[in-house]
């Protein structure tokens, strides 16, 4: 059975480096940013199917150029059915 996990992050980030950051996330697979441009705290979500995968993203991210920190402050998941 497949799994549904869904995560966010906050992403700090220098100001002079967040338009490019925000277009890096919109490149992420499962990934959506929603706000914080203007404070430098980027709100994003991450839809995956395993809990790894928000570890390599979660890693990715943090290696971007011009971002200070990210860090996951929620996690959930469940298990998708699958249809017959």
């Known amino acids: ?6 995560s966010s992050l906050v992403v700090h980030s220098l100001p002079d480096r967040i338009p490019a950051i925000v277009e890096h996330l919109g490149r992420i697979q499962g990934a959506e940013v929603h706000g914080g441009q203007e404070a430098g705290k980027l709100i994003v979500t991450l839809e995956t199917e395993t809990e790894g995968q928000i570890v390599e993203r979660l890693n990715a991210i ?3 150029d011009g971002v200070l920190a990210a860090t996951l402050v929620f996690h959930h998941f469940e298990p998708v059915q699958e249809r017959e």
């Open 1 to 6: 059975m497949s799994e549904c996990h869904i």
């Open 62 to 64: 943090q290696l971007l």
